[in-house]
C-alpha cells in the first residue's frame, strides 16, 4: 500500500522535531521523501529504521497481575508513526489484552497474536504480537482498521 | 541532480513485494547478510540460513498490510523475513531481516478488545 502524502507528512513533521540530528542529516532524509516512490522504497527497504531504534515499555494488566515488557521494534514505529498511532496507543490497546486476559482467564501462549481494538482517541488499531514465554511481546506490524481478509493468489518463482 | 545521485546510492537495496507465494532458490547468505528486528532472534539464524540454502517458499504475511513481510517455515520454527534484492535484479538478495520467530505450526489467534 503506497504512502500517502498525508502518512508522508507526519514522518516529516517526525524527523523534523528530531534535536539528535544535524540539519545535514535532516535535509538529506528529508530529499528522500520529496519523491514518493522513492520513499515508498525506503520504507519497504528499511533505510529509515535506524531513526528508530527498538523500545521496550513495561504494561502490566489493572490488577497488576500481568506484567510484560511490550518491545516494539523499528518496523512497528514507523508504521505507528505514518497511521499517528501513538506509543501511548500500544501500551493501551496491550494493557487491554492483558486485562481481557485475566477477566476471561485466557492462557498466553508463545505465538502471534492480532489484537484489534480502540484507542482512548476511539481510533480501530491493530497490533500483531509475538508473545514469548519469557514474559516478552514483540509488535511486529500494527495499522489503523482490521486486518484484511484476502484469499492466497497464485505463485511465482524467482 | 546531486541530490538524484545521492538517491540512487542510498537505496540500493529494496523489498521483495508480493501477494502471491514466492518460490525462492536456494540461497547462500553469510551470517551479516541476516539481520533481525529484535536481536535476540537471532539466535534461530542458522535455522533460517539452512531453511533458504535449501530453497524454500515464502506465503505472504496476511496479517500484514504490506506486501513486504512473508513467512516462512524451517524445520522447527516459523519466521517472519523480509527479504532485500539489489535494485534491477531481484535474484541476487542482499539481506533477509527476520520481522518475528515463533514455534512451527503455532496458531496466530485474534483477538478482539470492543
Known amino acids: 500500500m503506497p504512502v500517502t502524502t498525508r502518512q508522508l507528512l507526519r514522518l516529516i513533521h517526525a524527523i523534523e522535531e528530531r534535536f539528535d540530528l544535524t540539519n545535514r542529516e535532516k535535509e538529506e532524509l528529508l530529499s528522500i521523501l520529496d519523491n514518493p516512490s522513492e520513499a515508498d522504497e525506503s520504507?519497504?527497504?528499511?533505510?529509515?529504521?535506524?531513526?528508530?531504534?527498538?523500545?521496550?515499555?513495561?504494561?502490566?494488566?489493572?490488577?497488576?497481575?500481568?506484567?510484560?515488557?511490550?518491545?516494539?521494534?523499528?518496523?512497528?514505529?514507523?508504521?505507528?508513526?505514518?497511521?499517528?498511532?501513538?506509543?501511548?496507543?500500544?501500551?493501551?490497546?496491550?494493557?487491554?489484552?492483558?486485562?481481557?486476559?485475566?477477566?476471561?482467564?485466557?492462557?498466553?501462549?508463545?505465538?502471534?497474536?492480532?489484537?484489534?481494538?480502540?484507542?482512548?482517541?476511539?481510533?480501530?488499531?491493530?497490533?500483531?504480537?509475538?508473545?514469548?514465554?519469557?514474559?516478552?511481546?514483540?509488535?511486529?506490524?500494527?495499522?489503523?482498521?482490521?486486518?484484511?481478509?484476502?484469499?492466497?493468489?497464485?505463485?511465482?518463482?524467482? | 541532480m546531486l541530490q538524484e545521485k545521492n538517491l540512487a546510492g542510498r537505496i540500493q537495496s529494496l523489498a521483495l513485494k508480493s501477494e502471491e507465494t514466492v518460490e525462492l532458490p536456494p540461497l547462500q547468505l553469510t551470517s551479516a547478510q541476516v539481520t533481525a528486528e529484535f536481536e535476540e532472534d537471532l539466535v534461530d539464524r542458522s535455522e533460517l540460513m539452512a531453511t533458504l540454502e535449501r530453497g524454500s517458499v515464502l506465503d505472504p504475511v496476511r496479517e500484514s498490510r504490506h506486501e513486504t513481510i512473508f513467512s516462512v517455515d524451517g524445520p522447527t520454527k516459523n519466521f517472519w523475513i523480509k527479504v532485500l534484492h539489489s535494485r534491477g535484479d531481484v535474484s541476487r538478495i542482499e539481506r533477509v531481516h527476520i520481522i518475528g520467530v515463533t514455534r512451527r505450526g503455532s496458531e496466530t489467534k485474534h483477538i478482539e478488545l470492543d
Open chain 1, 43 to 158: 520504507f519497504e527497504s528499511g533505510y529509515f529504521d535506524w531513526l528508530f531504534p527498538r523500545t521496550t515499555a513495561k504494561v502490566s494488566s489493572s490488577d497488576g497481575a500481568q506484567k510484560w515488557d511490550l518491545q516494539i521494534g523499528p518496523h512497528a514505529q514507523i508504521e505507528a508513526v505514518l497511521d499517528n498511532i501513538h506509543l501511548d496507543d500500544l501500551i493501551y490497546l496491550f494493557r487491554r489484552f492483558l486485562d481481557k486476559v485475566q477477566a476471561q482467564d485466557l492462557e498466553l501462549v508463545e505465538t502471534k497474536y492480532v489484537i484489534t481494538g480502540s484507542n482512548a482517541r476511539q481510533q480501530l488499531i491493530s497490533i500483531v504480537v509475538f508473545v514469548r514465554d519469557d514474559l516478552t511481546a514483540r509488535i511486529a506490524t500494527t495499522y489503523l482498521g482490521r486486518p484484511l481478509k484476502s484469499e492466497r493468489g497464485g505463485r511465482f518463482h524467482i
